[in-house]
């Protein structure tokens, strides 16, 4: 639910929003006072104010609002004869400004972009240093969940990176979480009392992204009735996020690589160079380099995102992070919907481990939902699980290997020998793979085949007991037995 501050003297007008918007908190003012009072207490999402009010005007009130607290989004209201007062409001920092009579078709979409925008940029993305799970009180907190190497890795880059106002380029599979690292770099940044603003560039078509990105002129094209600021005129002090920017054309390319160079732009349709200070954090889940290859992405631009790059490990191989993970969503949604949660039973936990995760977090957030939504019980067991992670074919079986190899100290002392006396150059190589081979087929027949149990009771993490099956050519197959390939 949305808080939304309205500030307008015109019945009309509130009654208006107030049916736009039956399912949020809106809070009326009809006079600029009581709106800076009810800014104060209330501490509203989105405020949408009118230019023209009795006693005090619009811009008074946006520039005291916006001295409070400038992470909170103010959209103006304006008659057409004001329109240049309210481009100059957004310039200094208003989020956006409308036309009466409004239209809600045009002001829904704009207050629920606002609303999650002043979610992003409010809502604290932290590292855990504790229990991960939720207390009072947390719930609207993201939380940078894991304590695998990868993600280790992962904090310390966004404490390295978060006072260095550079650009930065995060790399991931979709659903890795990007964008909460965006937030949490410039949560813990210089410009955290500044903006934040996403933009996910897979989902724009070209000319309305530019538009977006760097505002336009009224008249640069069909439907442009009036002047737009962009994001990079907007987000000066600020941080932009750039997802899925892989996807960009190569027009859209061209513009990035010019502000990057220069920190400066025109507006769709216009000819005045606008300065910027605009952070930028940009991410895809593109291969960057093969899209190079391919010339589906400039190499120029390329270099100039990578001046610091992090990257996030799929949910696959974050090993024992998942149930932590499914464990910190489970009471972050129960306590949501006022379900009570336990813990998972540890064949649900198996299942858990098993699987894939393609979708990876974001498949796990919904796959939790699903399970507490379906549960009967405080406990999530198989059952309650969605049908691609619940009907999982049954765990491998690790058999041992051929009897041909050595299964004693002595078996390999007189191997050792053998080799000498045949001249071999290789020996150590060659008994070491022998020894792994039984080793990795003896913890994983112990642990049913299961991968992230077999790499912690090594002492190795999941990727290198995956690249040492693979280098001595042995596979897991499900209801079936390792074997060499």
Not at 33 to 58: H, K, N, T, W, Y
Not at 142 to 164: F, H, K
Request: glycine share 8%; proline share 6%; charged share 25%.
């Amino acid at each position: 639910m949305t808080r939304l501050l309205v500030i307008d003297d015109e019945p009309l007008i509130l009654e208006t929003i107030a049916m736009a918007f039956p399912n949020d908190d809106v809070i009326q003012c009809e006079t600029g006072q009581a709106g800076i009072d009810a800014f104060l207490s209330a501490v509203p999402d989105v405020v949408l104010c009118d230019i023209r009010l009795p006693e005090m005007s619009g811009m008074e009130i946006f520039e005291k609002l916006h001295r409070i607290d400038p992470k909170v989004p103010i959209v103006l209201m304006t008659g057409q004869g004001t329109a240049g007062t309210a481009i100059e409001a957004m310039q200094r920092g208003a989020f956006e400004y409308v036309l009466k009579p409004l239209d809600p078709d045009t002001l829904i979409p704009l207050i629920e972009t606002a609303a999650e925008t002043s979610r992003m940029t409010r809502v604290p993305a932290v590292i855990p240093t504790g229990n991960a799970g939720p207390g009072p009180g947390d719930g609207e907190s993201d939380l940078l969940i894991g304590s695998c190497p990868a993600m280790q890795e992962v904090y310390r880059s966004i404490g390295r990176v978060t006072r260095q106002d550079v650009t930065v380029l995060i790399l991931g599979e979709s659903g890795t979480g990007k964008e909460v690292i965006a937030r949490a770099i410039y949560q813990y940044s210089n410009r955290s009392d500044g903006r934040f603003l996403p933009m996910n560039c897979a989902a724009i078509p070209e000319q309305l992204l530019e538009s977006e990105l760097f505002g336009h002129e009224k008249g640069a094209f069909t439907g442009a009735d009036r002047k737009r600021v962009g994001k990079f005129e907007l987000c000066n002090d600020g941080t932009l996020f750039l997802d899925e920017i892989g996807d960009m054309t190569p027009l859209m390319q061209t513009k990035i690589l010019r502000v990057l160079q220069d920190q400066t732009f025109e507006r769709l349709g216009g000819s005045t160079t606008i300065h910027t200070n605009a952070r930028l954090i940009a991410a895809t889940n593109v291969d960057l380099e093969q899209a190079m290859v391919d010339n589906r992405f400039r190499s120029d631009l390329f270099y100039r995102l990578n001046v610091y790059t992090i990257k996030l490990p799929p949910l696959r191989e974050r090993g024992d992070d998942i149930g932590e993970l499914a464990d910190y969503f489970a009471k972050r949604f129960a306590q949501e919907s006022g379900k009570e949660f336990v813990g998972f039973a540890p064949e649900a936990v198996e299942l858990l481990m098993r699987y894939d995760w393609p979708g990876n977090v974001r498949e796990l957030q919904s796959a939790v939902k699903h399970a507490l939504l379906q549960a009967t019980g405080p406990v999530i067991v198989p059952a309650f699980l969605p049908d691609p992670i619940r009907d999982l074919p049954a765990t491998a079986t690790a058999a041992t290997e051929a009897t041909s190899e050595p299964s004693s100290a002595s078996d390999f002392a007189a191997l050792t020998r053998e080799r000498l006396e045949a001249g071999c150059d290789d020996i150590h190589r060659e008994l070491i793979s022998m020894a792994e081979r039984q080793i990795f087929a003896a913890v994983l027949k112990y642990t049913d085949g299961n991968l992230t149990q077999a790499a912690k009771r090594l002492g190795i993490t999941r990727t290198t007991l995956r690249s040492r099956l693979e280098s001595l050519q042995m596979s897991i197959e499900r209801q079936a037995s390792v074997r060499e390939e």
